[in-house]
Nanobody, 119 residues
Framework: QVQLVESGGGLVQPGGSLRLSCVTS????????VGWYRQAPGKQRDLVAN???????NFADSVKGRFTISRDNAKNAVYLQMNSLKPEDTAVYYC?????????????WGQGTQVTVSS
């Protein structure tokens, strides 16, 4: 069982920055893709960014150039640095760990952290 604990959400003005943290229950980065999803009210949960075991990163088009994702293996943590925030970035952000093994997908989710971008 993988446990994920997010932190770092809050209220920020447009153009501001926030850094989200996701601490995992162990060193899972060698076998799991770890990333961030977000869900705004009335909308589906969408991928924001993720990082693969090999270190490759993927970003939603809407956040490219503004968000970065990184990990610290020693701290079992993944970070989402969010810059130039816009009101449309407002959502609950969830940390996710995903693995495929023998054709079966395993998904683990954190509890979510609220990000509100407003003046």
């Amino acid at each position: 069982q993988v446990q994920l604990v997010e932190s770092g959400g809050g209220l920020v003005q447009p153009g501001g920055s926030l850094r989200l943290s996701c601490v995992t229950s162990g060193n899972i980065f060698n076998s799991y893709v770890v990333g961030w999803y977000r869900q705004a009210p009335g909308k589906q949960r969408d991928l924001v960014a993720n990082i693969t075991p090999g270190g490759s990163t993927n970003f939603a088009d809407s956040v490219k150039g503004r968000f970065t994702i990184s990990r610290d293996n020693a701290k079992n943590a993944v970070y989402l640095q969010m810059n130039s925030l816009k009101p449309e970035d407002t959502a609950v952000y969830y940390c996710n760990a995903r693995r495929y093994r023998l054709g079966i997908r395993s998904d683990y989710w954190g509890q979510g952290t609220q990000v509100t971008v407003s003046s």
